[in-house]
């Protein structure tokens, strides 16, 4: 069953704007599915085809001329030959919304289109479900920020409240497509099947990696680490790596699309921040299957129950501005007396702080280290903490819990 996604609106909109539209985006997050659903009439073809590829490669105009526009062309990074080719294409009709390409290997897929086609193409990310698409309001999500405006309009859209076991399964499953949809008895297989492809596949084809079960320790390592400052020097120690490779295969996890690395925020007048990122995974079923916890009940119990709750809620704010075609200019704060905000997002010309909690009672404490920001060089907007309230509630002038399930 198809569950509308809330990039649709965006895809029209941007290929009624632009000749050629790039969705990137970790393998099985539903790419191939959103742009036939989104691009009904037009040719499609992938480069999966093993003799599809072979002519893109070696004859790339004739590629084109037996797939004319509008066509959609997917796996696209396996045929960097193609770009040119397109540039000639578009540049001689100058039709809007002529070629769709998708892809999962983010890296070389950028390489080729900062060379050959840029002002030409439109690019934007797609990641496994979020909350508002699996409750059925994805037309309804907009880009989070803790304004006014904002909570009315998830107020007016969202379901009913929901229970702690009800988001831990959903953290436990995870977004992608086919264990939302299939259940949990297919979970575990997934998983499995998805961590060994994607080494043997995305790995090998993005390089610098020359031991594979070196590798595997380093994504279990990294999993085990969601929601914390990365300390490249205990991350090379437990995987028995260097850190100049642990860097560059960390590198290759965010390129993919399975991690995303958190960076502080900087300015000129704060000279006293830490430098480090903070990692968090983009997919928490995935994150959960890594680290070995068998159930929902046993994730929320467990050692890694807040961490993985704020990876959760950092990821559902994520997707709400890549789903809308946005930016995302998120950071986060600490500085070297341990005051830390957990995210801020710069919209507008302000500083939206956002703190992620496991309470359903959060205080105005919760919101402490948002006075250490006074200093920073835009002003402060309105600010949250995300917890497991059953309804938003004010905690000060300017700060708001927001639930959970709103996002």
């Not at 030959?81 to 039709?95: I, P, R, S």
């Not at 999500?141 to 076991?165: H, S, V």
Request: proline share 5%; charged share 20%.
């Amino acid at each position: 069953m198809y569950k509308p996604r809330t990039l649709t609106r965006t895809i029209h909109q941007v290929s009624g704007a632009f000749p050629i539209l790039l969705l990137t985006g970790p393998r099985q997050v539903g790419k191939t599915t959103l742009l036939e659903q989104c691009g009904r009439g037009r040719s499609y073809v992938t480069l999966d085809d093993l003799e599809q590829r072979a002519i893109a490669r070696d004859d790339p105009a004739l590629f084109l001329q037996m797939h004319p526009a509008p066509a959609t062309i997917d796996e696209v990074q396996y045929a960097p030959q193609l770009f040119g080719q397109l540039k000639l294409a578009v540049d001689k009709t100058k039709q809007p919304g002529m070629y769709w390409l998708a892809g999962s290997q983010k890296f070389h897929l950028m390489q080729g289109i900062t060379e050959t086609l840029a002002g030409r193409v439109a690019i934007i990310d797609l990641l496994g479900f979020s909350q508002a698409e699996l409750d059925g309001r994805a037309e309804f999500n907009q880009a989070f920020a803790p304004t006014d405006e904002w909570l009315a309009n998830a107020n007016a859209t969202a379901g009913a409240p929901k229970q702690l076991m009800d988001i831990y399964r959903q953290i436990w499953l995870g977004a992608f497509p086919n264990p939302l949809l299939a259940g949990e008895a297919v979970r575990d297989i997934f998983y499995s099947s998805y961590v060994q492809t994607y080494i043997q596949r995305d790995v090998r084809a993005l390089s610098r990696v020359g031991d594979e079960l070196a590798f595997h320790r380093l994504l279990r390592a990294a999993a085990a680490r969601t929601g914390q400052l990365v300390n490249f020097a205990d991350l090379a120690r437990d995987v028995d790596i260097d850190q100049k490779t642990a860097k560059a295969w960390l590198s290759i996890l965010e390129t993919a699309g399975l991690v995303h690395l958190l960076r502080p925020y900087h300015s000129n007048v704060t000279k006293r921040l830490v430098k480090t990122p903070k990692l968090y995974f983009l997919d928490t079923g995935l994150c959960a299957y890594l680290t070995g916890w068998s159930s929902p009940q046993t994730l929320e119990a467990g050692a890694m129950s807040g961490a993985i709750l704020e990876t959760w809620m950092f990821a559902e704010i994520l997707k709400s501005y890549w789903h809308n075609g946005l930016e995302a200019r998120f950071h986060f704060y600490r500085d070297r007396d341990r005051r830390e905000v957990d995210l801020l997002i710069e919209r507008d010309n302000q500083i939206h702080p956002v703190e992620f909690k496991k309470t359903a009672s959060p205080s105005r404490s919760a919101a402490g280290s948002f006075s250490a920001l006074a200093k920073l060089d835009k002003p402060l907007g309105p600010g949250a903490v995300v917890c497991l309230k059953e309804t938003a509630a004010r905690l000060a002038k300017d700060i708001v819990a927001i639930p959970a399930r709103l996002l």
